[in-house]
T-cell receptor
C-alpha cells in the first residue's frame, strides 16, 4: 500500500493561473515522484525528490516546479498553467533501496481551459 | 524518442486463455524492469518485476520473461480472468527509481 493521498482529485483552472498539487505520504519513504499521464505516452516523469529539499528534474519538467519541505509532503506547482498541461498527475513514493517497489497515488485530473 | 515501447495498444482474450503482453526497450543499460496494471480513475499498481540477472520471474498467474539479447520482455497471464481487464504498462527503472514507461496495452478479457 502506497499510503499516498493526492489533493485535489479534480481541478479545472484557466490558462495563466498558478496551480499547486499536493502529495502526502504516511510512510517516511525517501523518494517521491511526480508523473503525468497522457494518451499515447504512458506516464512521464516530471520531477522527483530524494530527500527533504533535494529535488531534480525528470523528462518533462518545463513549466513545473516542486518543493519538499517535509518528508511526507511533495508539492507540484504550475506557475502559469497552459492548456498543454491538461493531464492526469500521479504522485509516487519508494523506499531507499533501488529494487523497492514504487507505489502510486490515486491521481489528480487537471483541466486547463 | 521513447526508449520503452509497447507496440500493441490493445489485446482481447477469452477468459481462461493466456494473455501475452510484449515490451521492447532500446537501452541495453537498463537492468530492472517492471509491469504495472491500471484501472480507470486509479493509480497504477505494481504487478511484477525482473532484474537483468534473471530471465524469468513468476508470481501466481503472472510470469515475466526477459530476453536481454533481443531487448524484449513479455508478461504472461495464465489463466486470464475478467478482473484482469485493465491497462498494462511496462517500465524500466534506474538506480534513482526513475521509471520510464511504455504507452500501455489495454487488455479486455471476454467471457
Amino acid at each position: 500500500d502506497a499510503g499516498i493521498t493526492q489533493s485535489p482529485r479534480h481541478k479545472v483552472t484557466e490558462t495563466g493561473t498558478p496551480v499547486t498539487l499536493r502529495c502526502h505520504q504516511t510512510e517516511n519513504h525517501r523518494y517521491m515522484y511526480w508523473y503525468r499521464q497522457d494518451p499515447g505516452h504512458g506516464l512521464r516523469l516530471i520531477h522527483y525528490s530524494y530527500g527533504v529539499k533535494d529535488t531534480d528534474k525528470g523528462e518533462v519538467s518545463d513549466g513545473y516546479s516542486v518543493s519538499r519541505s517535509k518528508t511526507e509532503d511533495f508539492l507540484l506547482t504550475l506557475e502559469s498553467a497552459t492548456s498543454s498541461q491538461t493531464s492526469v498527475y500521479f504522485c509516487a513514493n519508494k523506499g531507499a533501496f533501488s529494487t523497492d517497489t514504487q507505489y502510486f497515488g490515486p491521481g489528480t485530473r487537471l483541466t486547463v481551459l | 524518442d521513447q526508449q520503452v515501447k509497447q507496440n500493441s495498444p490493445s489485446l482481447s482474450v477469452q477468459e481462461g486463455r493466456i494473455s501475452i503482453l510484449n515490451c521492447d526497450y532500446t537501452n541495453s543499460m537498463f537492468d530492472y524492469f517492471l509491469w504495472y496494471k491500471k484501472y480507470p480513475a486509479e493509480g497504477p499498481t505494481f504487478l511484477i518485476s525482473i532484474s537483468s540477472i534473471k530471465d524469468k520471474n513468476e508470481d501466481g498467474r503472472f510470469t515475466v520473461f526477459l530476453n536481454k539479447s533481443a531487448k524484449h520482455l513479455s508478461l504472461h497471464i495464465v489463466p486470464s480472468q475478467p478482473g484482469d481487464s485493465a491497462v498494462y504498462f511496462c517500465a524500466t527503472s534506474d538506480s534513482w527509481g526513475k521509471l520510464q514507461f511504455g504507452a500501455g496495452t489495454q487488455v479486455v478479457v471476454t467471457p
